[in-house]
């Protein structure tokens, strides 16, 4: 494992692995935008209409007398029918009521069906030639010639070059379409050129992943990303940087045993930084918000409970009732003790400053800060305290 | 004529009807909650499931697989919901995390068990057999008549009858709330209605639909039935009980053209072999969406 | 009388008696987020009168209406209609939603969307008889739309649309009618419309609750206001609550000043 990880393998490995890191980077990147622009899953169309191009372009080289696994020409014909299927997809979208999602759905089981239907009459052609175009469907790396090897590592590399290139006019795009325009991107060709990213990608990931999940790489390290930050730029580099770690860590790792295939590897991989994203991000992560969820609930009851208590009205909820008491603020039987006396006229105090904060002209505008749980004290100084104070003297509670 | 039509030609196609019309039905209900692609999604992980119910029992066989193909759907409905909820990722992004996440591990569990002695493959659970479903028992249309001849068929075909019969029954019963939590999920809950609860049973039934038909015709065709006969019945009626009979006679119509097409097809232009059924039917429910797409009198909003 | 007088004040536990309030709210509090978006509000709306849900955009209106029929589920507090839970007596509210939160072009006509509001009584396989069609015609009347019956519901216009769902409210014969902003985007025939069949509802000892935005014709149109922004601003009668004071409270310097020149 450790000589996977460094590159001490086979010649072929290594371009192959250096090839799926370009390629998970550049997937990554290109990733992020597609999400960013709410548009993850029709790189699930793209991939998957590559498929009847990719046996087209099988049928017309051996038609010409060729080899039909040349993988150039493999990949140029899955790019036309891949640009194919993203035509159906818009052409749907424009031209009738139907959603983008069954546009996207339609187009990939059709293009699919077709594709499967040109490999059985690839199958039935030529039996003793076989194509071993299934290996498209899940990606193989296994025997792989060494022309393929650099096409991958060459392709990998041009693609994360061109992603590199047109990053900022894709953020401005996908964080502000309207503002894009206003400072003179041509937002609808900015958008084109994503696509024809997001199809190179697919193109020249099949042979490694295969069409049915090189979806995963384009996908997940951005949704992963999303996790950590609000920072649309950030959400780009970090999926980059999560897509580069799978293509790398997946590449390397299966190429250490036969039975370990690279584009499932890669895709796990993914997914586990996916996972740990999910859970653990500061913010936005699962584990965070519920905590936050569970804290904001038991201010909101306990501050609640005070109000109650200093209004002189019952305590209903069960909640509220534990938080009161547990803080030793109310007796079993409901009355307050002094300590939740205290606090329940702090608590009112607070609201009544709230309420004359509005109507003081040169404060007013800081009542959006008044969700109920912040402590005036945090947004005025103790001086606007004073003043409000001196409102609420005369006539009491407003 | 007759005897070899009925033999190997009518259970397949009769299989393929069952199979189309059971995905449609759900269908039209997740196109117009904006969720085809759950369909997708669903197909996708019947492979895992049917592996992880292979490595448990050791052997190839219906029931199992069936249920591990359930579960597989159950846990990915679960997670994507999950994923949705609690990570506020949107829909589209959460289904393809999840279902291409579990698509991998089925493959690679594929690879690293020992299955090299059995019927076991990716292209299986994706293209189906449906042109192995023949009738031995048949000696013409007058089998049809004949309950010992008739016991021979398939059980493919009983399977898929049933589903359908659920579905349908489930969609009948249920016709109401489906429709109104559907159409105004607002009003549906102010109405006492559990709509989250809905939303999981047209996902499970699509779920159902899926599993069963998976065996029989391959994940391929039921991606395609789930979205375009209903699609392309959306755009022929403004009627949504309209659109349910379209999408029925389109499910019917992709399969037997698209059967017949795949069969005798090829023997038209001269080829020798047949071609996929399960690719043919998928390529025919598009054909039909392309041509609603272009003349249907409903097409635009 | 108010539920705050109600209450005595030696902190001993009294449950108020809200059984003449077809809808109360005690200490209701929503978040989405990290935030409460509607704090500790108590809401009591009267019987038989209209009652208008003010405030500034953002300010929770629309919450605190879907936190009022269990659509969202609220942080803390409770909800009463008639004294009793909310599940106890569906049959009895009527709910209009904001028009904007529908896919209009969902394939079914406006009869059948009228239709929907009998769903309590007809139940998952009751048949729909020649009474329940003349109801849904009788509704469609009421506001106008007898002669769209059979439209799609998308080939609408806004106001037309509006009216379709007032009739599917009319149609579930309730007690209490709660509106989203029924007066969003519609035009001025609608607007008539609409108010005409809400006073005639509330004449008949009904009662209308509505999110409104529209701070000039609040005097035209309702008995009582209930003001919010993100807490309870101030309740009451048009003339003892929506005095200019309690605007500005609400809306703060976000409001001009010929407006509230105007309502107070």
Redesign the interface.
């Known amino acids: 494992m450790f000589e996977a990880l460094t590159l001490q393998l086979g010649y072929n490995a290594v371009l192959v692995t250096l090839g799926s890191t370009a390629l998970g980077v550049a997937a990554g990147a290109v990733g992020a935008f597609l999400y960013l622009r709410k548009r993850a899953l029709v790189s699930d169309a793209i991939s998957h209409a590559t498929l009847p191009g990719l046996a087209l372009a099988f049928l017309v080289m051996v038609g010409f007398g060729g080899d039909g696994r040349f993988l150039p020409g493999l990949m140029l014909g899955s790019a036309l029918s891949a640009w194919a299927g993203l035509y159906a997809v818009s052409w749907i979208t424009r031209k009738t009521r139907l959603p983008e999602d069954a546009a996207i759905g339609a187009v990939l089981s059709v293009f699919f069906g077709f594709g499967i239907v040109l490999l059985t009459v690839i199958q039935t052609m030529q039996s003793g030639r076989q194509a071993g175009l299934e290996g498209f469907l899940l990606g193989s790396t296994a025997g792989m010639l060494r022309s393929d090897a650099l096409v991958i590592a060459a392709g990998g590399a041009i693609v994360l070059g061109a992603t590199i290139l047109l990053r900022r006019p894709m953020l401005m795009t996908a964080f502000d379409e309207g503002y894009a325009q206003v400072q003179g991107l041509n937002t609808a060709r900015i958008d084109m050129a994503l696509m024809v990213l997001v199809l190179a990608v697919t193109v020249v990931g099949l042979k490694i992943v295969g069409l049915i999940l090189i979806v995963a790489m384009l996908i997940i390290p951005a949704v992963a990303a999303r996790f950590w930050t609000e920072n649309a730029s950030r959400v780009a580099q970090l999926a980059a940087l999560f897509g580069g770690m799978s293509g790398y860590i997946g590449a390397a790792l299966s190429a250490t045993a036969p039975d370990l295939p690279t584009g499932p590897i890669i895709v796990l991989v993914s997914f586990t930084l996916f996972a740990l994203s999910l859970l653990l991000a500061p913010s936005r992560g699962v584990l965070a918000s519920a905590l936050r969820h569970r804290q904001l609930q038991h201010e909101v009851h306990l501050r609640q409970g005070l109000l109650a208590l200093a209004h002189g009205q019952p305590v209903y909820e069960s909640l509220t009732q534990r938080m009161l008491r547990s803080r030793g603020l109310m007796r079993a039987d409901g009355v307050p003790t002094d300590k939740g006396r205290n606090a329940a006229a702090q608590a009112l105090l607070d609201e009544n400053r709230w309420q004359a904060l509005r109507r003081i002209e040169t404060l007013s505008s800081l009542a959006v800060r008044d969700d109920g749980l912040t402590r005036i004290g945090d947004v005025l100084t103790p001086d606007q305290v004073k003043l409000l104070d001196a409102r609420l003297s005369p006539q009491g509670a407003a | 004529m007759g005897y070899e039509f009925v033999a190997l030609s009518l259970p397949p196609i009769v299989i393929g009807m069952l199979a189309a019309m059971a995905c449609a039905l759900p269908g039209n209900f997740l196109?117009?909650r904006?969720?085809?692609?759950i369909?997708?999604a669903i197909s996708?992980v019947v492979l895992p499931g049917i592996v992880v119910a292979f490595l448990i029992t050791g052997v190839i066989s219906t029931i199992p697989m069936m249920f591990g193909a359930a579960a597989a759907a159950l846990v990915a409905v679960v997670l994507i919901e999950a994923?949705r909820r609690?990570?506020?990722?949107?829909p589209?992004?959460?289904?393809?995390?999840v279902f291409?996440?579990m698509?991998?591990?089925g493959?690679?569990l594929l690879?690293?068990s020992d299955t090299s002695g059995v019927h076991l493959d990716?292209?299986h659970a994706?293209?189906g057999n449906l042109e192995s479903l023949i009738w031995l028992d048949a000696v013409g249309w007058s089998s049809l008549a004949d309950p010992a001849a008739l016991s021979g068929l398939p059980p493919e075909l009983l399977r898929m009858a049933l589903a359908l019969l659920v579905v349908a029954g489930l969609t009948w019963?249920?016709?109401?709330?489906l429709?109104?939590s559907?159409?105004?999920e607002?009003?549906a809950?102010?109405?006492?209605?559990p709509t989250g609860l809905i939303g999981l049973g047209i996902v499970v039934m699509a779920a159902l639909a899926a599993v069963a038909a998976f065996d029989a015709v391959g994940s391929?065709?039921v991606?395609?039935m789930?979205?375009?006969p209903p699609?392309a019945a959306?755009?022929m009626?403004?009627?949504?009980e309209?659109?349910i009979g379209w999408s029925m006679v389109f499910a019917c119509l992709s399969a037997i053209i698209g059967y017949v097409l795949?069969g005798y097809g090829?023997m038209w232009i001269g080829?020798?072999?047949?071609?996929?059924a399960?690719?043919?039917?998928?390529?025919v429910?598009?054909l039909i969406?392309a041509i609603t797409?272009l003349f249907a009198p409903?097409?635009?909003? | 009388m108010t539920a705050v007088e109600l209450a005595t004040d030696n902190g001993q536990m009294v449950s108020e008696n809200l059984t003449g309030s077809p809808l109360a709210l005690r200490g209701v509090t929503v978040s989405y987020g990290s935030e409460p978006v509607v704090f500790s509000v108590d809401m009591t709306i009267e019987a038989g009168t209209m009652t208008a849900i003010i405030g500034p955009n953002g300010a929770g209106k629309s919450t605190l209406l879907k936190a009022a029929l269990g659509i969202i589920k609220p942080l803390a507090g409770r909800v009463t209609t008639w004294g009793g839970s909310l599940d106890s007596q569906r049959a009895r509210i009527a709910y209009v939603p904001q028009r904007a939160s529908i896919d209009w072009d969902f394939p079914t006509q406006v009869r059948d969307v009228v239709m929907m509001g009998l769903f309590r009584e007809l139940g998952l396989l009751r048949r729909v008889r020649a009474k329940h069609h003349a109801k849904v015609m009788e509704c469609l009347t009421r506001v106008g739309m007898q002669d769209f019956a059979d439209r799609q519901i998308g080939q609408l216009s806004g106001g037309q649309q509006q009216r379709v769902f007032l009739a599917r409210a009319l149609a579930q014969e309730a007690d209490l009618y709660l509106l989203d902003e029924p007066f969003a985007g519609v035009d001025a025939a609608t607007e008539a419309a609409i108010i005409t069949v809400l006073k005639e509802l509330r004449n008949e000892g009904k009662t209308v609750v509505a999110v409104h935005h529209d701070l000039s014709t609040v005097e035209d149109y309702f008995d009582r206001v209930f003001l919010i922004n993100r807490r309870r601003m101030g309740e009451g009668s048009v003339e003892a609550a929506f005095t200019q004071d309690a605007l500005h409270a609400t809306y703060g310097g976000r409001l001009g000043d010929g407006l509230i020149a105007r309502a107070g």
């Open positions: 196109l117009l904006r969720q085809s692609l369909g997708d996708h994923i609690l990570g506020k990722v949107e589209g992004a959460a289904m393809g995390v291409t996440a698509f991998a591990g493959v690679l690879e690293q990716v292209e994706l293209y019963l249920f016709w109401r709330p429709k109104l559907t159409f105004d607002g009003f809950r102010s109405v006492g209605l391929i065709i991606i395609a789930f979205i375009c699609a959306r755009l009626t403004n009627r949504l309209s659109q795949a090829p080829a020798a072999a047949s071609v996929s399960a690719g043919m039917i998928a390529t429910s598009g969406l797409a409903h097409r635009r909003a």
